[in-house]
């Protein structure tokens, strides 16, 4: 007998593992037996390093041309719509076969791609456990309403909407929030500093390590009473580099690299800085952190960095201006207010909901039988 629950995740940044892991661990935390599965690794190697690599130089180096992309794609059956899912089909093959094996109850994807040969698997029969997908991000775009999906757990109504319109059945679609692990919602509300106190400052950079980084650190430069951590993610070098960016500039910083346990890191800080990611907004809110977004890629991106800004939980800044974001926001007494913003605006429990949805039909089959 193979895993209770199948979760499969793409390594496109850290959010969609990240989200992986959350479910995983709400799973076991039931007894429930866990396989989790890295797309890529069940293609051609070359598959996952052109994927990887376009994606990361498309929003990091060419951002608007990523967004024209994305917002070009947001429909259903475009001309290179078969093209694509040709494509997909013969690249993630290995992925159909390898989920198959386990025999699961349930599967569940935190990225779309997975969804294009599993919901083919699904409805040729060759898939005989529920297929979950789990949108995260605060939006939802056109590739993920593919056809086979017996459900869909999205954060917020705008992605039940849009997701509807693409096709999908709103009988299938569950408000679920983004999964996150619990520890972030066990964190305790964010207070004002005393005065005398130090502002404590998260930069996120990521799990690759990219963003503008340095120029978010020398923002601090002479910006009073601040304490920064930085956590660079995996990217080589970027430790030295920014210790030697936060020594140059005369800012107090703890440069870390790749971090296990952002939940503590999340709890030290008054204030997250980062890019709109689904999962770094989703955690950071759930932590009712305040955010300061900068360097929002056209896209999905945007849509996060709007929920957080028009709930007054956050604000945008260019990198050059974080370090006084971060101070008017400190002098202005609004830490805490906009804490509570945070934590109102996301679910709770998230990753626990996605289960619910995945294992219900199993469940009503065991009840009835």
């Keep these: 007998m193979g895993a209770d629950v199948v979760v499969v ?6 959010g969609h593992k990240a ?5 995983a661990e709400a799973a076991r935390v039931r ?39 994305y917002f070009a794609a947001n429909r259903r059956n475009g001309a290179l719509e078969p093209l694509r ?64 999906v017996d459900a869909f757990c999205v954060p917020c109504p705008l ?15 569950t408000e679920t929030g983004i999964p996150v692990r619990p520890a972030f919602d066990a964190i305790a509300p964010v207070r004002n500093p005393a005065s005398g106190e130090p502002l404590r400052v998260l ?6 390590g990219v963003g503008p980084t340095d120029r978010i650190v020398r923002s601090f430069h002479g910006v009073p009473n601040v304490e920064l951590t930085v956590v660079c993610g995996s990217a080589r070098g970027a430790v030295e580099r920014v210790t030697r960016v936060a020594a140059e500039a005369g800012v107090r910083a703890r440069v870390l690299g790749f971090e296990r346990d952002m939940p503590s890191r999340v709890a030290e800080a008054h204030l997250v800085v980062g ?7 989703s955690e950071s809110m759930a932590a009712g952190r305040p ?18 800004g028009a709930a007054g939980a956050g604000v945008a800044a260019m990198p050059a201006d974080v370090g006084a974001a971060a101070h008017a926001i400190r002098s202005r007494g609004e830490l805490e207010v906009m804490g509570q913003r945070a934590a109102g605006l996301v679910h709770r429990a998230t990753a626990d909901a996605v289960i619910d949805v995945a294992l219900a039909s199993t469940e009503e089959s065991r009840e009835a039988a």
Excluded at 37 to 50: H, Q, R, S, Y
């Design 9 to 14: 995740y793409t390594p496109v940044g850290g």
């Design 159 to 173: 992605a039940e909407r849009e997701l509807a319109g693409h096709g999908v059945s709103r009988d299938i679609i």
């Design 19 to 23: 989200a992986a892991l959350a479910i």
């Design 203 to 208: 930069l996120t950079s990521g799990s690759f």
């Design 275 to 281: 890019k709109a990611g689904g999962l770094t907004v």
């Design 85 to 148: 899912r040709g494509f997909d089909h013969v690249a993630f093959g290995g992925l159909v076969k390898r989920v198959c094996e386990e025999r699961p109850r349930a599967v569940i994807a935190t990225h779309h791609l997975p969804l294009v040969v599993l919901g083919r698997a699904r409805r040729m029969g060759r898939l005989d456990a529920r297929l979950t997908g789990v949108i995260t991000d605060y939006t939802a775009h056109a590739c993920w309403a593919e056809p086979g």
């Design 31 to 69: 007894g429930l037996s866990v396989e989790l599965l890295d797309l890529f690794a069940w293609a051609p190697g070359i598959v996952g390093a052109t994927y990887l690599t376009a994606h990361l130089g498309g929003t990091m180096m060419t951002p608007n041309f990523y967004g024209m992309g």
């Design 291 to 308: 955010m300061i977004l900068v360097g929002t890629v056209p896209g999905n991106e945007l849509s996060n960095a709007w929920m957080v």
